[in-house]
């Protein structure tokens, strides 16, 4: 009969894909369905193993469509801090003495399945409470930050109206620093409603990319010392190698530069006088050119007859 309805649906999946169960079950049938029974109990593990070890990183508030490319940018940035666990011990007086975990888009305990991004644990009687959930996030940023905030807390109680708490980390720039000084500034819990944990932490993450693009008078600085050098190596290896000078010789067109400053003379001179260049000049100078013979004016007038 179909044997017996593959038997019996392969005892209902194997109690419903329960490993325990699949195995004592997939031991006890016939050979013909033993072989699927092993394959299907293999697959399930596979599959439980596979959830397992993939840990839940952040979920933004919303539709997963909803989410803008700036906050799926911000998650992606902050991935390397994933890794990292960060803990803050807080005492105030004998009455409050608390533990903060906390861990960047994963749960601070991925065994309890509670999403707790933020954690409170008292140490005095070890109860934890969650300040902040993973898969109620929301990002955003400045210049030099970023501000990640978990909500869908545990409930405050009789503070805040009940609401459910939420964590506020607020991750400053610092260069050269993958993550540190984690620390709890202070709790808001004294309004009616909206109140919050506030954190701070330094990370290079939240920096700013440095400019390493090259402004328009760099590039042409750049190309003309280039262009002075090509021309200062290439014409002396010329001069060297191919036409054999020596001494100053070797420098390319040595006879324009060692005119240089007389065309440059010239040049300014040509441009800056302001009488036409025919024009008898104001002074006489005192160079040997400048003496010649005596006027022939002369003052025998003044002699006695």
Same mark, same amino acid.
């Given at each position: 009969?179909?044997?017996?309805?593959?038997?019996?649906?392969?005892?209902?999946?194997?109690?419903?894909?329960?490993?325990?169960?699949?195995?004592?079950?997939?031991?006890?049938?016939?050979?013909?369905?033993?072989?699927?029974?092993?394959?299907?109990?293999?697959?399930?593990?596979?599959?439980?193993?596979?959830?397992?070890?993939?840990?839940?990183?952040?979920?933004?508030?919303?539709?997963?469509?909803? $989410?803008?490319?700036?906050?799926?940018?911000?998650?992606?940035?902050?991935? /390397?801090?994933?890794?990292?666990?960060?803990?803050?011990?807080?005492?105030?007086?004998?009455?409050?003495?608390?533990?903060?975990?906390?861990?960047?888009?994963?749960?601070?305990?991925?065994?309890?399945?509670?999403?707790?991004?933020?954690?409170?644990?008292?140490?005095?009687?070890?109860?934890?409470?969650?300040?902040? =959930?993973?898969?109620?996030?929301?990002?955003?940023?400045?210049?030099?930050?970023?501000?990640?905030?978990?909500?869908?807390?545990?409930?405050?109680?009789?503070?805040?109206?009940?609401?459910? =708490?939420?964590?506020?980390?607020?991750?400053?720039?610092?260069?050269?620093?993958?993550?540190?000084?984690?620390?709890?500034?202070? $709790?808001?819990?004294?309004?009616?409603?909206?109140?919050?944990?506030?954190? $701070?932490?330094?990370?290079?993450?939240?920096?700013?990319?440095?400019?390493?693009?090259?402004?328009?008078?760099?590039?042409?600085?750049?190309?003309?010392?280039?262009?002075?050098?090509?021309?200062?190596?290439?014409?002396?290896?010329?001069?060297?190698?191919?036409?054999?000078?020596?001494?100053?010789?070797?420098?390319?067109?040595?006879?324009?530069?060692?005119?240089?400053?007389?065309?440059?003379?010239?040049?300014?001179?040509?441009?800056?006088?302001?009488? /036409? =260049?025919?024009?008898?000049?104001?002074? =006489?100078?005192?160079?040997?050119?400048?003496?010649?013979?005596?006027? $022939?004016?002369?003052?025998?007038?003044?002699?006695?007859?």
């Amino acid at each position: 009969m179909t044997m017996k309805l593959v038997c019996r649906g392969l005892k209902v999946i194997l109690c419903k894909v329960n490993p325990l169960c699949s195995l004592w079950y997939a031991s006890r049938m016939s050979p013909p369905c033993h072989t699927s029974a092993l394959l299907l109990v293999f697959m399930a593990l596979a599959v439980a193993g596979a959830e397992q070890s993939e840990e839940r990183s952040c979920d933004v508030i919303g539709d997963e469509s909803s $989410e803008s490319q700036m906050e799926r940018a911000l998650l992606k940035k902050l991935e /390397p801090l994933s890794h990292m666990r960060f803990n803050v011990t807080v005492e105030k007086g004998k009455t409050e003495n608390y533990i903060y975990h906390f861990r960047v888009c994963r749960e601070v305990n991925s065994t309890s399945h509670d999403f707790g991004g933020l954690v409170q644990t008292d140490r005095q009687n070890g109860k934890t409470t969650v300040i902040g =959930r993973i898969n109620e996030t929301q990002v955003f940023n400045g210049s030099d930050w970023i501000m990640l905030i978990y909500k869908g807390g545990d409930s405050y109680g009789r503070h805040c109206s009940g609401e459910k =708490r939420r964590a506020v980390i607020m991750i400053s720039c610092k260069r050269g620093v993958t993550a540190s000084s984690f620390s709890i500034i202070s $709790e808001e819990r004294e309004k009616e409603q909206e109140c919050f944990y506030l954190f $701070e932490m330094d990370s290079s993450v939240a920096c700013p990319a440095e400019n390493s693009h090259l402004s328009v008078g760099s590039i042409l600085l750049i190309t003309f010392v280039s262009l002075i050098a090509v021309y200062i190596i290439g014409g002396f290896l010329y001069q060297r190698l191919i036409v054999g000078a020596k001494g100053m010789e070797q420098i390319p067109h040595f006879a324009f530069w060692q005119d240089l400053g007389n065309l440059v003379a010239d040049g300014c001179d040509f441009v800056c006088r302001s009488k /036409p =260049r025919n024009a008898p000049a104001a002074y =006489r100078g005192v160079g040997d050119d400048q003496l010649g013979e005596e006027s $022939e004016e002369r003052d025998d007038h003044l002699l006695p007859m």
